[in-house]
């Protein structure tokens, strides 16, 4: 993948002096087995070579591993190329919803379905570099969930103002726990998954909110964030943005939601 243009080499730079610091802080920390989550609805151009670099991040980076893809009613092929994927010796689960139910709900499926000791989300669009995996597990520790931040966002502009409006709402309702809740880059503890609600986006600010209340700490990694080349993004439908706000509203009337977990 090529790098965003405008990044510059200074920017670049110090983002990579933070990780070796953090690296030196965690280095005495095993790598953990890892469990990559993909939530993917018509993704049929990009699944192939997502899971082909997915698969080769894993193998590099992990005692051991598997790849849940989570095809959330999809209505083109995309169930037919997970099947035909070449991941070599990773393997590879296909879970399928009947119906189309949401981002929320596809995790909830794939971090229920996770049998290894953390779990790696990744969006399933080819936005993210699966290679970046290793700045994630830089940092990562047993008592934390390492959440990535986009680095000079390749959305169009009204995907980027949608954001930003459900941001200023989440901290004003939630509280700031992360500069980029919403994105689908992140290493956490397979436990920190288990039990969520959100079936839309709000997903993520939940799992963030429970793991903090819960005693893990937050450590936020900057993640190069690419242009999507195949597909077309659902995240700023008018109905994903309303349903997002409703599920954002039940979570601050309904703190028992953030309960249940045990602290790390």
Known sequence: ???PAGLSRGRAQRSHRRLRRARRNVSSTPLPSISAVLPAYNEEAAIAQVLELTASSLRGNAPSAEIIVVDDGSRDATAARVLRA???DVPVRLVSHATNRGYGAALRTGFEAAACDAVWLMDSDGQFDPADLRRLLAVYARDRVVAGYRI??????FRRASNAAFFAVARTLLGGIARDPNCGFKL???????GLHADGAIIST?????ARRSG????????PHYPRRTGRATGADAR???RA????????LDPQRMRGLDPP
């Open 152 to 157: 000079l966002r390749s959305d169009p502009a």
């Open 245 to 252: 706000f409703r599920e954002m509203w039940a979570l601050r």
């Open 86 to 88: 070449h991941t070599e």
């Open 216 to 223: 893990f700490r937050i450590v936020e990694v900057p993640i």
């Open 188 to 194: 956490f503890p397979r436990a920190v998954g288990v």
């Open 206 to 210: 939940e799992l963030l909110l429970r």
């Open 240 to 242: 994903v943005v309303a």
């Open 1 to 3: 993948m090529v790098a």
